[in-house]
Structures are given as C-alpha cells and as structure tokens.
C-alpha cells in the first residue's frame, strides 16, 4: 500500500507562521524501530514537506523522526485517512517550538564565555552540569594513613593555602619534609636499590594543647581535612569519605569554614577555592566532648541529586570567572565520585586511582626539573601541572568488570595560575555544541546539519581546522619535541584552547591531565644524551632508568615502583604499550583515534541513525585531520631542520568520497568505506589455514560463539576482532603474535574458536598482529604443527585511521635514527628556536587566494617527497638547495615548474588546472 505525507511546519514563537524553506531531516520507522525510508528535503511556501512513494503494510504502526531548525522532534501516533483504494494520505500540523531546545530546557547561554560555562553547561546532556558556585565539605583521616607528594619547587603561596585549607596542625616545613620523605626520586638517591633512608612521616605536635587527656590523644594524631562531593556519589560509592571502613575518619562541621567553594569543570574534577586562613587553630582539638566540637564520628551525608537532574534553572547563579582568579588560592580539584554530570561512571566500572595519579605526579615532577634545567621556550604550549597529591595508604577491595581490584583514593591540585586571566580558555569537548560567536548553545554538530552551501557552515568548518585542529597538531609536536613526551589518549578534554577576549585564537593550547602523558623513548633519549641509538626493542623502556634524571630512574627501573607499593608493573611509555585502543606503539599523531569526533571505524555518539550529519561530519573530520597533521609534521621539520621525507600526502584519502555512501545506516557505511584488508597464508599437511582478515564480528560469528561468560564481552562484540578460518583447530590451542617468537595467547578469554574458526579480541600483541611485517602462527600443541600467515606488505587502500598508523611511522624512524638524534639535540642546545626554511613556495589559487591543502609533489636535487601546502598555501623546505629543485601538482597539472623560474618570474601560472593557480618562490 502506498501512502503520502503532508506535514506542515509552523513556528510556534510566530503566531504560527509557516516555517518556510527550511531543511527537514527525517525518517519513517515501524514500531520496531526499523527505519523504512528516510530523507532531506526544504519546506514549501505554506511550511509543508511532502513525502510520497511510501509503500507499507496496511497494519505498520509508523514512527516519523524529525530535524528543522536544529530542533528535533517525533511522532508517533500517525493516523492514515483513506482516499482511495491505492493511497492513504497523513495530514499533519506541526509546531516547532524554536524558542526552546529540543531536549525540552531552557536556552543555554554564556555572554562573557566563562571557561567553566562551557565546560558544565554548554555540553551533552548526559554530562552536562550545574555552573553555579557549589560547597563541598570536609572530613578528616589521619595523617599517618595517608600518603602525600607536593611537586617540587611549588610556589610558597600554594604552599600556605594547603596547610589552611588541609594541614592546619602542620608547619609548611615539616608538610614538605613529610611529603619528601615518601618519593624516592626526591631524595636523591642515585642508586636505585639504595634502602637507607626510609619513607617516614613525623610531623611535630604544638608544644601547648588546652584539653584533657582522652581529646589529646585524638589531637596528637595529626590528621588531613579531605574534600567530599556529595553531589556527585550516593552511598553506594566507594570514593573515600562515602563511608568509613577502616573506622578512622571524622566528620567536620557543615558550616564555615568547613566548606569549601567549588564550581564544576568537565570529567570528575572541579575548581576550588582555598581557605585564606586557616580552618583551624594550631594547639585547638579537633574533637571535644562540648558541642562546640569542630569534628565528630563519622556518619554518612547528605547526598543531593540536585545536579543531575534537567535544565539547573536554579543552579546557575554565580559561575566561576577566570579573570577574577584568586592567583594564590583557586586550583583545579579532583576527588572521587561516581557521577560525571548524569553519567554513571561507579560500581563494576571503578578505576584504581593510585596508578593514575602517579603518573601524573611523575610527570608534573618532571617539567618542573626539565623546565628549571634546560629552560624550553613556554609559547604555543601551556602545562598544567599537578601540585599536591593525598591518597591513602589502605586499600579498599572493589569489584570491577577486570575482576577484583585494589582501589586507593584521595585527592588530587592541579595548578591552573598559568592560565591567562587576561584570555578566554575552551575545552574541544564543547566546540560541536557552541555558536560561532562562542556565546550560546547549540544542538550537538548543529552546524554540520545545514547545507553544505551554507556560509555559516564554511565559516564554523574553517574557523575550528584552525582553531582547534591545527592548533592541536602544533601543541602535541611541541610537547613532544621539548619533553619527550607523548599523550596516550589525547581525547578532548585534555585540552583547552587559547582565545583572546574578542573569540580570535592565540595559537596557544593547555595541556592538562598528565596522568594521561607518556613518556617518548626516542625524543627522551636524545634529551638526556643516552649512548647510541635509543633502544628499539619492547623490553628497552628499562634502558630510560638508566639516564641522569632521578624521575625517569624511578618510574623505568624495573620493580621500583611496584617495591614502593605501587601498581605500575612497567614504565608508562611509547615504546611499551600495546594497548590496540591506543594504536601502535611508538610515535603517533592521533588525530582520527581520538582527537576527532568520529572516524571511519567510530561514529559519533547519536548519530548512528543520520546518514547526512554522518557524512558531512566524516568529511569535516578528514578535512580536519589534513590540517592537525600538517601541523604536527610541519611543527617537527621547523624544529628538525629537515623535511620528513617518505609521508605520502598523495596517498591521504579524499574527504568528499564520505558524500557518495549509498549505505543505509553507520555500520554498512563502514562496511562500505573500509575495505577488509586481505590477507594471504600458507598451509601445513595436519593444521590448514586459508585466509585471516580484521574486522568487527558479524552477527552469525556472534551467535556461533558464547562470549556470555568472559569479561571481555564488550570487546568482542563492538571493536574489531581477528577472524582465522581453516580447518583443524583444536584445544590445546596457541596463538603467536608479532613474528610468533612469544607465546601471547593460550587458551585465554580473549580468543574462541572451533574446529574451523579462530576468533581473536582485542588482547596484550594484538597491535603486534597489524605491523606491517607482523606474522601470525597458530600452532596446536597436541599435533605440534604449526603454520604460519604473513600480513599483505602494503594493503591496496589506506582510510584516514590506517594512514596515520603506516606514516606516523615514519616519523618515528626518523626521530629513532642517527640524523633524528643529531637534530633533536641540535634543537635543545639551540633553545628550541625552530629554523628559517632554505626556500618557501607559495601557492595561490582564484583571486590570488592562497591554495591551501593541496597536494605536491617536490623534487630536489637531494631526492623527492610528497607534500601538502599549509592553511597559507605554503611548503617550507629545510634540507635542500634551490638549484635545480622542481615540483609537480599531482592530477591538476602534468608538467614541472622549476622553483628557480618561479623565484625569478615572481610567480608562474600552471597549465592544465581547473582553476588558475600560481606559484612563487621566497
């Protein structure tokens, strides 16, 4: 039966005017959700949309789905009128409340772009937060069942603001001795199993206490006053503070000034306001028998939901403005929770903390060093390190989907005084979500949805590859090529962009969250003038141990932290981790991984059911991902003095081709778009297989296979997995990875097979399996026969995630190589002063605009490379001369240009474009 629908829009802030000529997207689904046909389309002159062709059962329910305006909407009750035999028409009057958001709160808005705004409100509603001022309160655990590290040289006004704020019985001497006294590399112990001198903690008590003997004997155990969020735990936590298991907290008053100011940023942390003075007097108890006592037993909170419910109408008064900062007293807090805005994020999914906290305590330690004795250039990069760590020394058992775990928790001050008060800061995180002036809220992409023709589009598109995307690449090369360092998820809320007050990017981007931040075993190498060549093999992370910098004799000598009670079973750093989540190991740019919003192998969250959002955000992301890794590339040569040659920007895939999907639905448009890579294998007489491929788990594999009973379901069933099929597999059954010289996988819960299939998850040597040389053998230990598969050399397409893995690669032989060394230490002893470039060719297109992204082909007389001109149409040569230099213009032009004519001429026009383009010389 064939039906037609008639829906006309009205805007209902309009005395219900027609929404004419307005882009609707939308879809028709049966109750089960299966969409039947969907589409995009303008509205009428009368605000209709007409949909016909539409052919169903005469007893389908149908569900219609609906974007206009950057409102969304639904409806689910369609009643058909009958007109004739053939055809039922759907007549329908539909308001579109433009007023409001289609999530049903009130507009969000940030007129004076406040930092935290954006961070708290201006962001998906799963997360989103209250930005008002929030009182966090205080209990106390003693101080000899805590463990604390302050960060070396920290500014004496931090220094007092802790003793007020958490150690009002302490004098700021005896709190850095006691914080020392804990951190091995802080006392400079130069051989790495030197026992001399043992972690102790011996604060002094005041000399006069007016109590009686019973309030003395809590006094004289010093104790630290500890921040609790109830507004983000209930009772089923297991952040310290939700309850008292080892029967040694105290509860503080609920009044001044035992309430600490807070505003919410994104993820678990906060910003905090320090106490001035201090909560407590030296020599006064904690705890009398009167009930003036300042603290009492333990008892639960109070805990308020308040800041997850919908629209925070009440909870947005007084946000936190960076340009009134209290430069000695406001920090950037992290306690434990369970809640991220209305996100879930407790119970089986509980994190260790220590491990992470750690690292970035290592870290912080570190630049602080580094910065002291080498002194790098701060422009363009912006660290926010962390000051002050409190965890406590017992551990709590807790149960989490990697099985049982022993969980510390605590507290965690991250400095943010480095922060322009002068400037505006925004996290990536809340760019999808932001008008283009930066002041009101926006329907997540809602740029995207708008027709490609749209100015305002072009402008959002251009405005973020520069502001955010290029400035991303310039930050991470930056990092790594003046620490050594690296980040291992460099998601968006790791970062915070630079504006200044009118919206206009500086170039300059903060960097926080270290606990995230590896270090770089090649840059590092360089920096501390390790012999030869820095160590390639997996096991070399021990080889950093032995370089002159206490931290990194800490952190990369084996079993150091684990003898000191800590989790860390190997050093955290690039040459080590193989977490296939993270790409390979060794030097990665990782743009399309994490920095982007969706790549080919992950949608955006929401938009699995929009094809058009999909494809335009697919686009904008590759485009993007040209300008992030220019940057990064471009940033390292400036720095290198030399172009990295072997990076074939030829090769990069065209962005547009996401516009040609013809699937219906993300999960064939990625079928569609990523192309198996194929494998070939050899065979043996008793074990035969035929053929390997990477791919995500199809619906007959997952119903062949119970993975019901093993805690990496999830992995299993949503990330690729390696398919082997053949014949023969039988238990006992062995998988060997990376050249099959290391057993990786015995039988474990990462694989499931049966005589004819062999299933591989996400699993330690999975990434091993994608090197380009990686082996795979299955070997069946009962018929001990083996037979080996060897990966395709070069597969046949790259997507954008693929060729960032293979050309990342690149670079980090270049950096691993004698050359790579030589410059790298050249760079230092210069003060990272990027060089001026031999020569500089200029691209210009209509208009004498500048030609930027195009791809090059540069021909020197010292060999060719590809490239790709920059967002000024520029390509810097470094390591060449002029004379006889030449370049091409892949598919716009079969001839070459002599640079030398061009740097004569003052510029020459190239033959056999589509549109005029001229080149010069400089």
Not at 93 to 111: I, M, Y
Not at 557 to 570: A, V
Not at 799 to 821: C, P
Not at 834 to 850: H, I, N, V, Y
């Amino acid at each position: 039966m064939l039906i037609q629908l008639d829906i006309v829009f009205q805007n209902s802030n309009a005395n219900g005017a027609p929404a004419v000529g307005q882009t609707v997207t939308w879809s028709l689904s049966d109750a089960s959700g299966t969409v039947i046909k969907r589409g995009v389309g303008p509205t009428g002159p009368n605000g209709s949309l007409l949909v016909d062709g539409v052919d169903i059962d005469e007893k389908t329910r149908l569900v219609l789905k609906y974007e206009i305006g950057g409102v969304t909407g639904e409806l689910k009750d369609i009643k058909l009128t009958f007109t004739t035999k053939q055809n039922k028409i759907f007549n329908n009057v539909q308001k579109v409340p433009l007023t409001e958001r289609s999530d049903g709160t009130a507009k969000l808005t940030n007129p004076n772009r406040h930092w935290l705004t954006y961070e708290s409100l201006i962001n998906l509603d799963r997360y989103r937060k209250p930005s008002c001022e929030f009182k966090l309160g205080l209990f106390l655990i003693p101080l000899k069942e805590t463990k604390i590290w302050l960060r070396d040289d920290i500014p004496q006004a931090n220094l007092n603001a802790f003793i007020n704020s958490f150690f009002p019985d302490l004098e700021p001497k005896k709190l850095e001795e006691a914080a020392r006294d804990f951190w091995w590399w802080k006392l400079d112990r130069t051989n790495a199993g030197d026992e001399s001198v043992a972690p102790k903690l011996a604060p002094e008590s005041p000399p006069k206490t007016v109590a009686n003997r019973d309030e003395n004997v809590v006094f004289l155990t010093p104790y630290v006053a500890i921040p609790y969020n109830r507004f983000d735990n209930e009772g089923t936590s297991k952040a310290i503070g939700t309850n008292n298991p080892n029967n040694y907290l105290l509860r503080l008053k609920d009044s001044a000034p035992f309430l600490l100011s807070a505003w919410k940023t994104a993820s678990r942390s906060c910003v905090a306001r320090l106490s001035s003075t201090p909560i407590k007097e030296k020599g006064k108890p904690w705890r009398t028998a009167d009930p003036s006592s300042l603290a009492r037993d333990f008892e639960p909170w109070n805990y308020d939901t308040s800041h997850r419910s919908d629209g925070f109408e009440n909870l947005n008064d007084n946000p936190y403005d960076l340009s009134a900062r209290d430069d000695n007293l406001d920090v950037s807090l992290k306690v434990g929770v369970e809640y991220v805005g209305k996100d879930y994020q407790g119970g089986s999914i509980h994190k260790d903390v220590i491990g992470d906290w750690l690292i970035g305590c290592l870290r912080s330690d570190y630049i602080v060093r580094f910065d002291k004795a080498r002194k790098p250039p701060k422009r363009g990069l912006i660290l926010l390190t962390e000051l002050l760590t409190v965890v406590e020394k017992k551990y709590t058992k807790v149960k989490t989907v990697g099985g049982k775990l022993k969980s510390y928790d605590g507290m965690q001050i991250r400095d943010i005084s480095a922060l322009d008060k002068t400037k505006l800061y925004m996290a990536p995180l809340n760019l999808p979500l932001v008008s283009l002036d930066l002041k009101e809220y926006r329907e997540p992409f809602h740029y995207l949805k708008l027709r490609t023709e749209d100015p305002d589009r072009i402008s959002w598109v251009e405005f973020w590859k520069n502001a955010y995307a290029s400035t991303l690449g310039r930050g991470k090369a930056l990092l790594l090529i003046r620490y050594g360092m690296q980040f291992l998820n460099p998601n968006q809320q790791n970062y915070l962009l630079e504006f200044d007050t009118n919206g206009k990017p500086t170039g300059q981007i903060a960097i926080r969250d270290l606990n995230d931040v590896l270090m770089h075993r090649e840059v590092v190498w360089a920096l501390f003038d390790g012999p030869g060549l820095p160590p390639q093999e997996p096991g070399g992370w021990t080889e950093l141990g032995k370089l002159n910098e206490p931290v990194l004799k800490f952190e990369f000598t084996e079993g150091r932290p684990k003898k000191e009670g800590f989790s860390l079973k190997k050093g955290e750093e690039t040459g080590s981790m193989t977490d296939p989540q993270f790409g390979l190991p060794g030097t990665q740019m990782l743009w399309q991984r994490f920095s982007s919003f969706g790549n080919i192998e992950k949608g955006a969250k929401g938009l699995e059911e929009d094809m058009v959002l999909f494809k335009s955000l697919m686009v904008t992301m590759s485009e993007w991902g040209i300008a992030h890794n220019k940057s990064y590339i471009s940033t390292l040569e400036a720095h290198l003095g030399m172009n990295i040659r072997g990076i074939e920007w030829s090769r990069y895939p065209e962005p547009k081709r996401y516009l040609s999907i013809s699937a219906n639905g993300y999960a064939a448009a990625q079928d569609e778009l990523s192309p198996k890579i194929k494998q070939y294998t050899s065979t043996s007489e008793d074990l035969k297989i035929e053929g390997l491929s990477i791919a995500k788990l199809s619906e007959t594999l997952k119903q062949s296979f119970d993975f019901s009973s093993t805690i990496y379901k999830d992995e299993f069933l949503t990330q690729e997995c390696i398919i082997i099929s053949g014949s023969g597999f039988a238990a006992p059954l062995e998988i060997r990875m990376g050249g099959g010289e290391t057993p990786s996988i015995v039988n474990s819960n990462y694989i499931r097979f049966d005589s004819k299939t062999i299933v591989i998850a996400p699993s330690p040597g999975f990434s091993d399996i994608r090197k380009e040389s990686g082996k795979v053998v299955v070997l069946n230990t009962d018929k001990a026969v083996s037979a080996q598969c060897s990966f395709v050399k070069d597969p046949d397409s790259l997507n954008e995630l693929r060729w960032e893995d293979k050309y990342s690669k690149v670079i980090h032989d270049l950096l691993a190589s004698q050359a790579g060394q030589d410059a790298i230490k050249a760079c230092r002893n210069r003060g990272w002063v990027e060089l001026p470039p031999k020569f500089t060719l200029t691209f210009f297109g209509k208009d004498q605009a500048p030609k930027a992204w195009t791809k090059v082909k540069i021909v020197t007389s010292s060999g060719s490379w590809d490239d790709v001109t920059d967002a000024e149409g520029k390509i810097k040569v470094y390591d060449s001369d002029l004379k006889g230099s030449y370049y091409q213009i892949p598919g716009l032009s079969h001839k070459t240009y002599g640079v030398e004519l061009a740097k004569s001429t003052g510029g020459i026009q190239l033959d056999g474009t589509s549109e005029p383009i001229t080149v010069s010389c400089s």
